[in-house]
């Protein structure tokens, strides 16, 4: 089957950095997306990486390794705002989305 | 990008009844699909709309209980038909016009079946 593992809930404090981390087994793939999605909203995209590597944009990050099925995002100088759901999503080889639950992200001051 | 339109944005529905969901993107888009999002969990395919054609629809989903339209390239109705507590949920209109399969979202529809 396919499966996205994600932790369920992270806790960080604002200024700080964090990593939320993905490991998918999934029947092919085409590439890997970070959504945030805020209480009561709908998701926003944030990245897509379908090479191995790292990716900056910003204040976030998104790294990819193929070989491990592994994916994070890094987020830095976490601000208030960044409390929200991280959701991990991978493109399978028929083009579908497969969905992760969503890492709950909460922001101490 | 898209900017997608939905409505209702929420809504209290009876027991047995059916309630219509619109979606409007700003753009012509190829896909567009709509999801269903349980309270903290996490997004959950319905179906994917197809212009001119039925839709096509995920494990699960019947056309009977969730029809959907899609007569043009900007616009999809989903309906929940026979509604029941269980179908309480937000629903989400979705639409990619990307190579890299991008996905844009509506705000969502939250319906609450008593």
């Known amino acids: 089957g396919q499966n996205i593992d994600q932790p369920t809930e992270m806790t960080a404090t604002e200024g700080a950095i964090v990593q939320i981390n993905c490991t998918y087994q999934?029947?092919?793939?085409?590439?890997l997306f970070w959504y945030q999605q805020h209480a009561g909203e709908a998701p926003t995209f944030l990245s897509y990486n379908v090479l191995d590597g790292l990716e900056e944009k910003g204040r976030f990050s998104s790294f990819l390794s193929r070989s491990k099925g592994y994916s994070y995002l890094l987020l830095k100088e976490l601000q208030m705002k960044d409390s929200a759901s991280y959701l991990c999503a991978v493109l399978d080889s028929n083009y579908q989305l497969i969905w992760g639950a969503g890492t709950k992200l909460i922001i101490k001051p | 990008s898209a900017v997608i339109s939905q409505k209702p944005s929420r809504d209290i529905c009876q027991r047995g009844t059916s309630l219509t969901i619109q979606c409007q993107v700003d753009?012509?888009?190829?896909?567009m699909f709509w999801y269903r999002q349980q309270p903290g969990q996490s997004l959950t395919l319905i179906a994917t709309a197809n212009q001119g054609s039925e839709a096509t629809y995920e494990s699960g989903f019947v056309i009977d209980k969730f029809p959907i339209s899609r007569p043009n390239l900007t616009f999809s109705t989903l309906t929940v038909s026979n509604m029941s507590p269980e179908d309480s949920s937000i629903y989400l209109c979705?639409?990619?016009?990307?190579?890299?399969?991008?996905?844009?979202f509506g705000e969502g529809s939250r319906l609450t079946v008593l």
């Open positions: 979705s639409a990619s016009g990307s190579d890299t399969g991008e996905l844009f």
């Open positions: 753009s012509q888009v190829t896909m």
């Open positions: 999934t029947s092919g793939f085409n590439g």
